[in-house]
Nanobody
């Protein structure tokens, strides 16, 4: 399974960015997808996730500014980030919680990350 993110970049405070992510490979079924981020010197934090049933969860610092959408038929997820703040600067990692034809036990698969930098 490969998980690949795209869409990071440099933006001024108050601006917007959209991150995209897709999972591919021998996927049997996917159950949830989401995004985490890690800033230098900080622990990785879960930003948001969405389940196949459509339930979403956001960390308090991004609620109302970020929106997660997913297409579980295509195993893709996006993150629309509005009103970005300098404290949103981090490497953003996509993950997919899924099972494969080789291993039916669901587990997390992670992407390599994409950098988001918000200037003040």
């Amino acid at each position: 399974v490969q998980v690949v993110e795209s869409g990071g970049g440099l933006v001024q405070a108050g601006g917007s960015l959209r991150l995209s992510c897709g999972a591919s490979g021998s996927i049997f079924s996917s159950y949830a997808m989401g995004w985490s981020r890690q800033a230098p010197g900080n622990q990785r934090e879960l930003v948001t996730f969405i389940t196949k049933r459509g339930n979403t969860n956001y960390t308090d610092s991004v609620r109302g500014r970020f929106t997660i959408l997913a297409d579980f038929g295509k195993n893709t997820v996006s993150l629309q980030m509005n009103n970005l703040k300098p404290e949103d600067t981090a490497t953003y990692y996509c993950y997919a919680h899924l099972s494969t034809f080789d291993d039916l036990t669901p587990r997390d698969y992670w992407g390599q990350g994409t950098q988001v930098t918000v200037s003040s």
